[in-house]
């Protein structure tokens, strides 16, 4: 293997408080104008909304507040650099989108306002939802959902809904499914309310229909799956599989997030599916982060149509209007979603073209078994189901419980010390470890060849550093603006703080 030579990375580092901690009585970025103090800004506010005292806002310069933002852009852990994240495909966010929904045209647009005022707004969901009508078959959309496991829930809810309409629920208690779905099906079905019986994976990568078969009865209420899984492993059996559930009177629920590689090649609604969800934020080239501006599109069938979140655009004669339905299960999150994030997406769209987005369905399965075929040269490391001999999709799942077992350096280990190059950490598994030290890379569409195979030529630098130095592998990051953190604390909830008064509570500061 002739491999890239590596390239020296050292991330920026600050010493840098937070914005809380900053700025000095009396400092200002922008002075409003003096006209702005006539405004009766307390007679349109309610009187027990008033605030007693001064917010408590650091007082600080533009300068100030740019330097600072600045520092910490420049702390990313290897983000900024080549990113293979994997599983549900992380892409590039292309700068006309965000000018685009910067405009105040959108920007500015309040989603109390009446919608005689923002036609041109609801034009644009309306047609990309058309747009996702057209890739799924689903009739139906709504944008309320905040990203996929929201998108779940609401499939949870809406089937609830659904055989409460029936007259059933009290009898269909049960949401099937499987070992390799993503976690987010069983957790909200049981959040819902519903039982989960989880299909086990068997040698082809996927369960039985036999095992569907001895699952499925009349207290049947869903299917949820995911396919292909994030191990790249398409079930072909997927139609049959639906038919069984239907035919017990169960819902199906075809979850996308690994839409990237059979764009334009198969329509949920032609596999007999009820509903399925997209993620903006992963397929059609719009931000994430942290919950706050994703997007789990979620469709359906006309039958299921009537108990969506409300309200729903609909268009009379040339005029969109909102409207709420006597059946929708109410609001997942307020007002149409996210409506910047939808019109990016829409831009993203309307750019590729329906040739555009089979051409990146194609890549990405190209360049996802180009790398299978490298990775699986560095010694040490296998796939999933290696007996398995069909083409992964758009990833797939390798592992490194050769080398683990060889030297103790774990996968974790190696992604930490992969961010010392200034690459992005990969992916590990969204699963139960049923693949020994598992990690899911996957380039989509967006990167070069070059990015590829340096991404996988830093992969085979850390694996021989595994061999030669396993103590440099296990105590990384080195170049970064962190060392390793202890995560014991992570998941208690009385450490962590998701607010600055939170944080001062927890530490005896307010």
């Not at 706050?292 to 599109?297: E, L, Q, R």
Request: hydrophobic share 40%; with cysteine; net charge negative.
């Amino acid at each position: 293997m002739t491999r890239s030579e590596i390239r020296p990375f050292h991330a920026a580092r600050w010493s840098e408080p937070v914005i809380m901690e900053m700025g000095s009585p009396g400092r200002r970025g922008t002075v409003p104008p003096t006209s702005w103090a006539s405004a009766d800004a307390a007679g349109l506010v309610p009187a027990g909304l008033h605030r007693t005292e001064a917010p408590g806002l650091p007082e600080m310069s533009e300068p100030d507040v740019l330097r600072h933002y600045l520092h910490l852009s420049q702390q990313t852990m290897g983000m900024v650099g080549i990113s293979l994240f994997g599983t549900c495909t992380m892409k590039y966010n292309p700068r006309i989108s965000e000018r685009i929904i910067a405009r105040p045209y959108v920007a500015d647009v309040h989603p109390a306002q009446d919608p005689s005022t923002m036609q041109g707004v609801l034009q644009i969901v309306d047609e990309f939802s058309q747009a996702l009508t057209s890739l799924s078959g689903m009739p139906a959309f709504t944008f309320q959902p905040g990203g996929g496991a929201a998108a779940a829930f609401t499939h949870a809810a809406v089937t609830r809904a659904y055989h409460a309409s029936r007259g059933e629920l009290g009898q269909r208690t049960e949401i099937i499914t499987t070992a390799q779905s993503h976690p987010s099906s069983p957790a909200t079905a049981s959040a819902a309310g519903f039982d989960i019986i989880t299909l086990p994976v068997e040698e082809d990568g996927y369960p039985s229909v036999e095992a569907l078969r001895a699952a499925v009865s009349d207290r049947t209420a869903a299917l949820m799956v995911n396919n292909p899984d994030d191990m790249g492993i398409y079930n072909p059996q997927i139609k049959e599989w639906v038919d069984i559930v239907h035919e017990a009177g169960g819902l199906c629920f075809y979850d996308h997030a690994n839409f990237n590689g059979v764009m334009t090649r198969l329509r949920a609604a032609e596999l007999g599916f009820d509903a399925c969800m997209f993620m903006l934020h992963k397929t059609f080239g719009v931000t994430k982060g942290g919950g706050g501006p994703a997007v789990g599109a979620y469709g359906c069938s006309e039958a299921l149509a009537p108990f969506l979140p409300g309200p729903r655009i609909e268009k009379v004669d040339d005029t969109y209007t909102l409207v709420e339905s006597p059946s929708s299960l109410g609001r997942i999150r307020e007002y149409l979603g996210n409506v910047p994030q939808v019109i990016a997406a829409y831009t993203w769209l309307k750019a590729m073209g329906g040739n555009g987005l089979r051409e990146a369905a194609d890549l990405s399965v190209l360049t996802n078994n180009y790398m299978e075929k490298r990775i699986l040269e560095i010694p040490g490391i296998t796939k999933a189901f290696p007996e398995m001999t069909k083409r992964r999709l758009e990833m797939t799942r390798f592992s490194l419980g050769d080398i683990t077992a060889e030297t103790g350096v774990t996968a974790v280990d190696i992604q930490n010390r992969m961010t010392d190059f200034g690459i992005d950490a990969y992916w590990l598994s969204h699963e139960p470890w049923i693949v020994p030290e598992p990690f899911t890379p996957e380039a989509g569409e967006a990167w070069s060849i070059e990015d590829i195979d340096y991404w996988i030529d830093v992969l085979a630098h850390v694996v021989d550093e595994a061999r030669s130095d396993a103590e440099l592998v296990k105590t990384s990051p080195h170049n970064q603006v962190v060392a390793r953190p202890n995560g014991a604390g992570l998941d208690d909830p009385e450490r962590w703080a998701t607010t600055w008064r939170a944080y001062q509570r927890k530490n005896g500061n307010h």
